[in-house]
C-alpha cells in the first residue's frame, strides 16, 4: 500500500487530449454499430406515441421521456464504466470532460461542446452541434412551443450521474428544434451523495 | 460471346454490391446498445403511461397536473424501476394489458412503416420493389428488415403459400439475458410478451407500406418456441428463439 | 487455481448482493449460494475492505482514486475490483494467485453487466427503501443466467 503522490496524480484521468483518444479508441473498436437513422426512426415513433398518448399534453410527454431516460442512464452508466474502467472523476469539470468526449462519443458518435460554466463552477452546459435523436426533424408548431423532443437525455444523463454519487438536475434550455440558436442542455450539481456509512461505523 | 456477357452482368451486380456495402459502412452510426435499451425501455415505458393515465383519471382534483407544473417535479419524474413496472404489467387487468400491447404495437408500427422507406429508397441492389409479391415482402422483412434493426436475418421463414408465414428467430436478441430466478419461469413467460409487441407491430408496419394496410389485413402473434436440435445452444447460452405467426388475407 | 469465495457489495455500503463460497476444492459444485450462513463473514469482509480502501485514500491525498487491489493475508488473498458505481467484486483464493483483476474485470463487464444490468427483469439497485440501505439490505442476485454464467466461469478455477 505505498503511497507515492506524484505517481498517482499522473495516472489518474490525464489531459483533455488523451480523454479524446480514449474515447474515439472505444468508438472505434469496442463498440457494436447501428445505423443512426434506425435509433432517429424508433426514438420518433416512441415520441410520436407519447404525444398521442397524453393528448399532446407536451409537459407530460417531457415527464416521461425523462423518466424513460432514467430507467436507461442507471443501467447504462455500468455498461459504460464496463467498457471504459474509468474511475470516479475528481471535479465537476472533468466529469463534464468525460461526458462529453467519452459518454456522448462511444454511445451517440457525437462530442457536444462544454461551455457556459456557472460562477461557482457548479454548473455547465453541454451544447450539441448534431443530434442522432432529432435529425430531420420538425417539430409541429404547438410542440415546438413546449416540447423538449430530446428530453430522454436528460434522464440518462441524472440517472448515470446517480449511480456515481452526484446528484444533479439536468434540462434543456435551447433547442434547434424549437428555433433556437442552439441544443442546450444544462447540468447542474447540486451535492455530492457522501458514500453511506456502513451502520455501526459512525 | 455468351460468357462474356454473364461475366459482366454478374461485375455489374457485385460492383453495385460493393457500392452498397460502401455505402451502409458510411452512413452514420451509433452504439447498438443504446438502441436495444431504448427498445428495451420502451415496454416499462408504456406500462407507467398505462398508469399515469388510469391515475389521471382517478385524480379528481388536477393534483396530478400542478405537480407536474413545478420544476421540483423533476424527482417525482423519476417514477417506477423498470423491473418494477414489469411486475405491474403482471397485476394488471385485461383492458390495461391490452392498452399497453396497442401501445407497443403502434410504436413498432410506425416504425416498421418508415424503416421500410427507409430501405427502399437506399439503393440496395438486392431488392427490387416493383414486382413485389407476398412472399418477396416477407423475405424482406426476414432479411433486410431483421439485418437492420436486430444485426442477424431471421433464421427460417416457413409458409403455406395461402397467407399464414413462421417468422423463427432463433436468437432473439433483444430478450435473450431476460431470466428471473429459477422457480419462476412461469412469470418470466408472461413478462416476455410485452417485449415481443414493438416488433411484431414492426412487421405489420412494413407490410402495411407495401401494399398490405387493409384494417385487419396483417395480424401478427409472437411465442417462444424451442430451437430445432441442430441450434440447441452449447452449455451456458441463454438464447430465446421466438416465432412469429403471420397471417396475411391475401385476395379480393 | 484455488479460489475459495465470490462476493458482490453495491453502492448501499455494506450490503451483499451476492455470495459464493466453495467448500470443498474437488467439487466446483459444493459450497453456498447467497446463504444466510455468509452475512457476519460478509459484514468483516466488507469491513476490513472498507477501512483499508479509506485508510490508503486518506494516505494517497486530495483528488485522487487509489483503489485497494489485493489484500493478503498468510492464508489466503483477497482481490478487489471497486467500479465508480460502488459496486465491490471480490474474490478470496490461495496465495498463489498474485493478480486475479482480469478473472474481476470479466466477472464485471461479461458476467453481471450481461446477465443483470442487460436484464430487464432484474433491479439494478437492490434495495429498495431506505431501510436496505447501509448493510441492512437482504436482496440477492437470484437470476439463473448470472448464477449459470457465475458457476461456469468460476467453477473450473476452484482446484
Redesign the interface.
Known amino acids: ?1 505505498s ?3 506524484a505517481s ?2 499522473a495516472s ?1 484521468a490525464g489531459p483533455k487530449k488523451s480523454l479524446k483518444t480514449f474515447g474515439d479508441d472505444i ?1 472505434k473498436n469496442k ?9 432517429t ?6 415520441v ?3 404525444c ?3 393528448e399532446r399534453d407536451f ?2 410527454v417531457n ?2 421521456l ?3 431516460g ?3 442512464g ?6 459504460f ?3 471504459t ?4 472523476c ?2 465537476l469539470a472533468q466529469t463534464s470532460e468525460v461526458i462529453s468526449k467519452c459518454a456522448f462519443k ?4 457525437v462530442t457536444p461542446q462544454v461551455g457556459n460554466w456557472s460562477n461557482n463552477k457548479d454548473a455547465f452546459s453541454l451544447f450539441l452541434d448534431e443530434n ?1 435523436l432529432s435529425d430531420f426533424v420538425e417539430l409541429p408548431m404547438d410542440a415546438a412551443k413546449e416540447l423538449w423532443y430530446s428530453n430522454i437525455l436528460c ?1 440518462v444523463l ?2 448515470a450521474l446517480e ?3 452526484m446528484d444533479c ?1 439536468v ?1 434543456f434550455v435551447n433547442d434547434v428544434l424549437r428555433g433556437g440558436q442552439s441544443t442546450e442542455m444544462r447540468v447542474k450539481l447540486n451535492r455530492i451523495m457522501k ?7 459512525d | 460471346m455468351g460468357d462474356s456477357g454473364l461475366a459482366s452482368e454478374v461485375n455489374e451486380h457485385q460492383r453495385l454490391q460493393l457500392q452498397f456495402q460502401l455505402f ?1 459502412e458510411s ?9 436495444r ?3 428495451n ?2 415496454v ?2 408504456a406500462i ?2 398505462e398508469k ?2 388510469t391515475h389521471h383519471k382517478e385524480d379528481a382534483t388536477g393534483q396530478l397536473e400542478a405537480e ?2 413545478s420544476k421540483l ?2 424527482e417525482s ?3 417506477d ?2 423491473h418494477k413496472l414489469l411486475k405491474d404489467y403482471l397485476a394488471a387487468d385485461q383492458d390495461q394489458q391490452t392498452r399497453i400491447k396497442t ?1 407497443l404495437e ?3 408500427f ?2 416498421g412503416q ?2 421500410s422507406q ?1 430501405l427502399i429508397f437506399s439503393n440496395n441492389p438486392n431488392l427490387s420493389f416493383k414486382d413485389m409479391d407476398l412472399l418477396s415482402v416477407m423475405k424482406f422483412v426476414c432479411r433486410d428488415v431483421w439485418k ?2 436486430f ?1 442477424k436475418q431471421i433464421d427460417n421463414l416457413k409458409t403455406n403459400h395461402r397467407g399464414t408465414f413462421y417468422l423463427l428467430d432463433y436468437n432473439y436478441k433483444p430478450i435473450e439475458p431476460f431470466t428471473l430466478e429459477e422457480d419462476l419461469s412461469d412469470q418470466e413467460q408472461k413478462l416476455i410478451e410485452p417485449f415481443l409487441h414493438v416488433p411484431c407491430g414492426m412487421i405489420r408496419g412494413v407490410l402495411a407500406s407495401l401494399g398490405f394496410e387493409k384494417e385487419g389485413q396483417v395480424t401478427c402473434q409472437a411465442t417462444l418456441v424451442d430451437p430445432p436440435d441442430s441450434k440447441q445452444a452449447g452449455a451456458g447460452t441463454f438464447t430465446k428463439s421466438v416465432s412469429f405467426n403471420v397471417q396475411v388475407l391475401v385476395g379480393r | 487455481m484455488a479460489i475459495y469465495s465470490f462476493w458482490i457489495f453495491d ?4 450490503n451483499c448482493i451476492f455470495d459464493r463460497e466453495w467448500t470443498l476444492k474437488s467439487n466446483q459444485s459444493s459450497g453456498t449460494t447467497n446463504s444466510k450462513l455468509n452475512e457476519d463473514t460478509a459484514k468483516l469482509l ?2 476490513m475492505v ?1 477501512s ?1 480502501r479509506s485508510i ?1 485514500q486518506k ?3 486530495e ?6 487491489r489485493t489484500i493478503s493475508t498468510g492464508k489466503y488473498r483477497a482481490h478487489i475490483l471497486c ?5 465491490w467484486f471480490v474474490l478470496l483464493s490461495d496465495l498463489k494467485q498474485e493478480d486475479l483483476s482480469h478473472v474481476l ?1 470479466y466477472l ?2 461479461e458476467i ?2 450481461k446477465t443483470v ?2 436484464n430487464w427483469f432484474s433491479p ?2 437492490f434495495a429498495e427503501s431506505d431501510s436496505e ?4 439490505g437482504f436482496r440477492k442476485i437470484r437470476n439463473r443466467n448470472f448464477l449459470a454464467s457465475v458457476e461456469r466461469f468460476l467453477g473450473p478455477m476452484v482446484n
Do not use: C
Not at chain 2, 27 to 35: F, G, H, Q, R, S
Open positions: 500500500m503511497a507515492n503522490s498517482i496524480s489518474s468508438w463498440t457494436a454499430k447501428i445505423n443512426a437513422e434506425l435509433f426512426l424508433t426514438y420518433g415513433s416512441i410520436s406515441q407519447l398521442t398518448d397524453f409537459k407530460k415527464s416521461q425523462y423518466a424513460m432514467y430507467n436507461i442507471v443501467r447504462l452508466i455500468e455498461d464504466l464496463a467498457r474502467a474509468l474511475p470516479r475528481d471535479s462511444i454511445f451517440l458518435n442522432p434522464g441524472r440517472g449511480m456515481v454519487q438536475d434540462w458514500d453511506e456509512i456502513p451502520a455501526g461505523e | 451502409q452512413l452514420p452510426k451509433v452504439d447498438e446498445t443504446i438502441y435499451m431504448l427498445l425501455e420502451a416499462p415505458l407507467s403511461v399515469s393515465l407536474l407544473d417535479a423533476l419524474q423519476q417514477g424501476a423498470s401501445r403502434n410504436i413498432g410506425q416504425l418508415k424503416l427507409l437492420q434493426v444485426g | 453502492r448501499h455500503l455494506g466488507y469491513g472498507f483499508l490508503s494516505l494517497s491525498g483528488g485522487s482514486h487509489n483503489e485497494i467500479t465508480a458505481s460502488g459496486l474485470r464485471y463487464s453481471y453487466v444490468v442487460h439494478v439497485d440501505k447501509r448493510g441492512q
